[in-house]
């Protein structure tokens, strides 16, 4: 059985599933039924296990576990202390969505066997994954234990590179939670690529739902960090920006936000054309699914090519994407032969959603850092280092980090995006792990001005 997605009407008979992601993201309806708890869904050829299918209630407590399993790390070695980096649960615990309704989301907690070495309990951070696609088969919890998930009759190619930050994170003696966000790995419902409050909420609810398990070391009392790159860079960022509200019993004592695409008006344009052009697909496809009033807008305006396009990258992972889509300029995806950024500048209500999606706006409690590649085209550099500015500006403690790295190749998104990720990743853990540890940030927020 495939998952349930929202569906457009075809422009030459029948009905076609779909979704809408343009930054990296942008009737008759109707919905299919969700996976039975028993049923396997299938995505492009990788199976993905029952536990991933939602049950048909909800507990009412966010972050409450709903159920557990153990899952065996792909890389994996015995330890004096146990297997190394760690024993690993796979996890399936209730959030709360953009619209305020109950919704599952998967992830895995790693207890390391590393011992924490810095004072007070062993702490906590929650990974908040890069994009890593849009169907089922790409979620990060799952490439823990797959770190490369291959199908090649179907065309998927999934690879676990978040696995590196957090088996860093173990080696210091630090739980981690990683989340899969809403809709990905859960198959009740296509991930809302991008989404804000769905992304921060997830992270946030990760914490809890570690907590909550009862082979897990840390406690309430145990520091809490967040990490993420990309996609993860703005969903850490976003949770920084929601804890107050949604989560005050979520102390946060340091949070990265690396690359984060704060202001997706600006992200469209970098990604239309990219290696990584299927990110704005999923970006439509989280929009139509977060937003249902806005499919007739996006039906009137996405022909054919574009109906074929959508459906097929909602159960792409970024391999298969690239090699699918790249380079393809979203023009080509409407009617009228404009871009999905031009769409967004027509359409008030398409404006509004996306504008809904703007981080910056709240000031966070926790200290932050915002790193970025001067160079970077893909999350282009200038939003994420607004993101720094206007944090500055609500007198939040921000450290922002510049990555000096040179142009490498326009639109490719491998040099220019993703080397920074790595350029940056030890010294983005080792701030991490200070702020775990007690060490108060200094802000650089005066000179900021000076900074690319």
Known sequence: MKRSRPFFPAGRGGRFVAAVAALTLLGGLGTAAPAAADDEVVSRGITIPAFYNPPSSLPSADGALIRTAPLKLGLSLPGLNGPLPGTATRLMYKSTDSNGQPVAVTGAYIEPSARWTGTGPRPLVVLAPGTLGQGDQCAASLALENPVALNLTEGTVSVGYENLATYRLLAKGVAVAVTDYVGLGATDRLHTYVNRVDEGHAVLDAVRAARGLDSASVTDASPVGLYGYSQGGGATAAAAELQPS?????????????????????????????????????????????????????????????????????????????????????????????????????????????????????????????????????????????????????????????????????????????????????????WVTDRLAGKPARSNCRFLPIMP
């Open 246 to 430: 949604y989560a005050p019993d979520v102390t946060l004592s340091g949070v990265y936000s690396g690359a984060p695409p704060a202001d997706l008006v600006k992200v469209l344009p970098g990604i239309d054309g990219s290696a990584l052009a299927a990110a704005a697909g999923w970006t439509v496809n989280g929009l139509a699914q977060s937003e249902p009033a806005l499919r007739p807008i996006i039906d009137a305006y996405i022909n054919d090519k574009g109906r074929a396009a959508l459906e097929d990258v909602s159960t792409r992972c970024v391999g298969d994407a690239i090699f699918a889509h790249g380079f393809t300029k979203t023009r080509s995806w409407t009617k009228q032969g404009i871009s999905l950024g031009d769409v967004v500048a027509r359409e008030p209500a398409v404006q509004a959603a996306i504008d809904k999606q703007r981080i910056g706006r709240l000031r966070p409690t926790a200290p932050v850092r915002v790193a970025t590649g001067v160079a970077d085209d893909t999350v282009p550099h200038r939003q994420a280092r607004q993101l720094a500015v206007d944090w500055c500006a609500k007198g939040a403690n921000v450290t922002y980090e510049p990555v000096y790295l040179p142009n490498l190749g326009n639109k490719l998104v491998l040099p220019n995006h993703f080397l920074p990720m790595l350029e940056d990743q030890g010294q983005a853990i080792s």
